[in-house]
Nanobody, 115 residues
Framework: QVQLVESGGGLVQPGGSLKLSCAAS????????MGWYRQAPGKQRELVAT???????NYRDSVKGRFTISRDNAKNTVYLQMNSLKPEDTAVYYC?????????WGQGTQVTVSA
Protein backbone atom coordinates (compact mmCIF):
# COMPACT_ATOMS: atom_id res chain seq x y z
CA GLN A 1 0.00 0.00 0.00
CA VAL A 2 1.31 3.41 -0.96
CA GLN A 3 0.90 6.39 1.32
CA LEU A 4 1.65 10.07 0.77
CA VAL A 5 1.55 11.84 4.11
CA GLU A 6 1.38 15.63 4.00
CA SER A 7 2.06 18.09 6.78
CA GLY A 8 2.67 21.79 7.32
CA GLY A 9 -0.63 23.41 6.41
CA GLY A 10 -2.40 25.93 8.59
CA LEU A 11 -3.60 29.50 9.00
CA VAL A 12 -1.24 32.36 8.17
CA GLN A 13 -1.59 36.09 7.66
CA PRO A 14 -1.03 37.67 4.25
CA GLY A 15 2.67 38.05 3.62
CA GLY A 16 3.50 35.12 5.85
CA SER A 17 5.20 31.81 5.10
CA LEU A 18 4.46 28.11 5.38
CA LYS A 19 6.38 25.00 4.42
CA LEU A 20 4.57 21.87 3.29
CA SER A 21 6.09 18.41 3.39
CA CYS A 22 5.00 15.17 1.78
CA ALA A 23 6.60 11.80 2.47
CA ALA A 24 5.91 8.79 0.26
CA SER A 25 6.07 5.29 1.68
CA UNK A 26 5.12 1.76 0.73
CA UNK A 27 5.61 -0.01 -2.58
CA UNK A 28 6.21 3.13 -4.59
CA UNK A 29 8.91 1.88 -6.93
CA UNK A 30 11.01 4.52 -8.64
CA UNK A 31 9.50 8.00 -8.41
CA UNK A 32 9.90 10.35 -11.35
CA UNK A 33 7.90 13.51 -10.83
CA MET A 34 6.67 14.79 -7.48
CA GLY A 35 4.59 17.87 -7.04
CA TRP A 36 1.90 19.93 -5.43
CA TYR A 37 -1.60 20.78 -6.64
CA ARG A 38 -4.27 22.85 -4.96
CA GLN A 39 -8.03 23.17 -5.02
CA ALA A 40 -9.95 26.17 -3.76
CA PRO A 41 -13.69 25.96 -2.97
CA GLY A 42 -15.73 25.91 -6.15
CA LYS A 43 -12.68 25.66 -8.38
CA GLN A 44 -10.86 22.89 -10.22
CA ARG A 45 -7.69 21.35 -8.93
CA GLU A 46 -4.69 23.15 -10.39
CA LEU A 47 -0.98 22.48 -10.63
CA VAL A 48 1.19 24.55 -8.28
CA ALA A 49 4.68 23.13 -8.84
CA THR A 50 6.45 19.95 -9.89
CA UNK A 51 9.99 18.66 -9.62
CA UNK A 52 11.61 15.81 -11.51
CA UNK A 53 13.96 13.24 -10.04
CA UNK A 54 16.87 15.25 -11.49
CA UNK A 55 15.63 18.49 -9.93
CA UNK A 56 13.98 20.20 -12.88
CA UNK A 57 11.18 22.40 -11.57
CA ASN A 58 8.00 23.83 -13.01
CA TYR A 59 5.71 26.45 -11.42
CA ARG A 60 2.40 28.03 -12.23
CA ASP A 61 2.90 31.69 -13.07
CA SER A 62 1.07 33.06 -10.03
CA VAL A 63 3.50 31.46 -7.56
CA LYS A 64 6.79 32.05 -9.38
CA GLY A 65 9.22 33.95 -7.18
CA ARG A 66 7.20 33.19 -4.04
CA PHE A 67 7.09 29.36 -3.82
CA THR A 68 10.01 26.95 -3.97
CA ILE A 69 9.67 23.21 -4.50
CA SER A 70 12.41 20.80 -3.48
CA ARG A 71 12.79 17.08 -2.84
CA ASP A 72 14.91 14.60 -0.97
CA ASN A 73 15.12 11.52 -3.17
CA ALA A 74 16.66 9.39 -0.41
CA LYS A 75 13.61 10.08 1.77
CA ASN A 76 11.02 10.11 -1.06
CA THR A 77 9.94 13.47 0.29
CA VAL A 78 8.89 16.65 -1.48
CA TYR A 79 8.65 20.10 0.07
CA LEU A 80 6.94 23.35 -0.85
CA GLN A 81 8.25 26.53 0.75
CA MET A 82 5.61 29.22 0.39
CA ASN A 83 6.55 32.84 1.03
CA SER A 84 4.67 36.12 0.59
CA LEU A 85 1.39 34.26 0.84
CA LYS A 86 -1.76 35.91 -0.49
CA PRO A 87 -5.43 35.28 0.30
CA GLU A 88 -5.83 33.79 -3.18
CA ASP A 89 -3.38 31.04 -2.20
CA THR A 90 -6.03 29.68 0.17
CA ALA A 91 -6.85 26.11 -0.84
CA VAL A 92 -6.41 22.47 0.00
CA TYR A 93 -2.94 21.49 -1.17
CA TYR A 94 -2.42 17.96 -2.48
CA CYS A 95 0.84 16.11 -2.92
CA UNK A 96 1.29 14.05 -6.08
CA UNK A 97 3.91 11.46 -6.99
CA UNK A 98 4.36 9.64 -10.31
CA UNK A 99 6.60 6.65 -10.79
CA UNK A 100 7.10 3.41 -12.63
CA UNK A 101 4.39 1.66 -10.57
CA UNK A 102 1.73 4.34 -10.83
CA UNK A 103 0.55 7.75 -9.72
CA UNK A 104 -0.43 8.63 -6.17
CA TRP A 105 -2.16 11.43 -4.25
CA GLY A 106 -1.99 12.61 -0.68
CA GLN A 107 -5.06 13.31 1.43
CA GLY A 108 -4.61 17.08 1.24
CA THR A 109 -3.68 19.76 3.74
CA GLN A 110 -5.54 23.03 4.23
CA VAL A 111 -3.72 26.32 3.73
CA THR A 112 -5.65 29.43 4.75
CA VAL A 113 -4.27 32.93 4.21
CA SER A 114 -6.31 35.47 6.10
CA ALA A 115 -5.92 38.48 8.33
Amino acid sequence: QVQLVESGGGLVQPGGSLKLSCAASGRIGRLYSMGWYRQAPGKQRELVATISSSGITNYRDSVKGRFTISRDNAKNTVYLQMNSLKPEDTAVYYCNARGDLGAYWGQGTQVTVSA
